[in-house]
Every structure is written in structure tokens, then in C-alpha cells.
Nanobody, 120 residues
Framework: QVQLVESGGGLVQPGGSLRLSCAASGSIFSITTMGWYRRAPGKQRELVATAISGGSTNYADSVRGRFAISRDDAKNTVYLQMNSLKPEDTAVYYC??????????????WGPGTQVTVSS
């Protein structure tokens, strides 16, 4: 079994910063992609950022230049540094990982989500 545990959400004023963390644990051989998605009230879930093993990253246009994704593969952890936050960044943020098991079988996993609220 694999678990993703997120932390770091909360309430922040516009222009502020937050750092989200997501740690994967369990039966892991390797992790190919880790990333973050979000779902704002009344909207569909959308990609925020992904980081592929080897260093390649991808960002949604709406966060590029403000958010930064990074990985610590030794800790099976992905981070999302969020700067210059806007009210429209308010959403539940979900961690995502594509994990290869010790039997070399890849599966997608999701964390339970962490609330980020940007408001004055």
C-alpha cells in the first residue's frame, strides 16, 4: 500500500506565501511523476504543477512565475512553494504521484487534499 500525506495548507493574505509538502510512503520502487492539482469551489480539478524524475517540470499558465515545484527523491517528497498568492488561488490542493511498486507495476495515487485560502 502507498499513502500520500500532504501538509502546509492554510489561510494567507493576498500577496503572501505558503509551502505545501507531500510525502509518499509504503511499497515504493520508484516515483516517475509527482505533482499538484487543485479544485476551486464550483470548478473542475486543474493541473497546477508537475515534476518528472530527472528534473523536468511543468506549470499551469496561471501559476507560472509565482509557484515553484521541487522534489526530494531521497524522502519521496514533493514541495510546492507558492508566492504572490491571489484570491483565485483559493482551492483544495491535491498531491499526485505515479509510483512504481517493487513488482514494477505503476499506479497513480492521490492525497486527501489540503485547503489553501487566500483572503484578507
Amino acid at each position: 500500500q502507498v499513502q500520500l500525506v500532504e501538509s502546509g495548507g492554510g489561510l494567507v493574505q493576498p500577496g503572501g506565501s505558503l509551502r505545501l509538502s507531500c510525502a509518499a510512503s509504503g511499497s515504493i520502487f520508484s516515483i516517475t511523476t509527482m505533482g499538484w492539482y487543485r479544485r476551486a469551489p464550483g470548478k473542475q480539478r486543474e493541473l497546477v504543477a508537475t515534476a518528472i524524475s530527472g528534473g523536468s517540470t511543468n506549470y499551469a499558465d496561471s501559476v507560472r512565475g509565482r509557484f515553484a515545484i521541487s522534489r526530494d527523491d531521497a524522502k519521496n517528497t514533493v514541495y510546492l512553494q507558492m508566492n504572490s498568492l491571489k484570491p483565485e488561488d483559493t482551492a483544495v490542493y491535491y498531491c499526485y504521484a505515479n509510483i512504481v511498486s517493487p513488482s514494477y507495476y505503476p499506479l497513480n495515487y492521490w492525497g486527501p487534499g489540503t485547503q489553501v485560502t487566500v483572503s484578507s
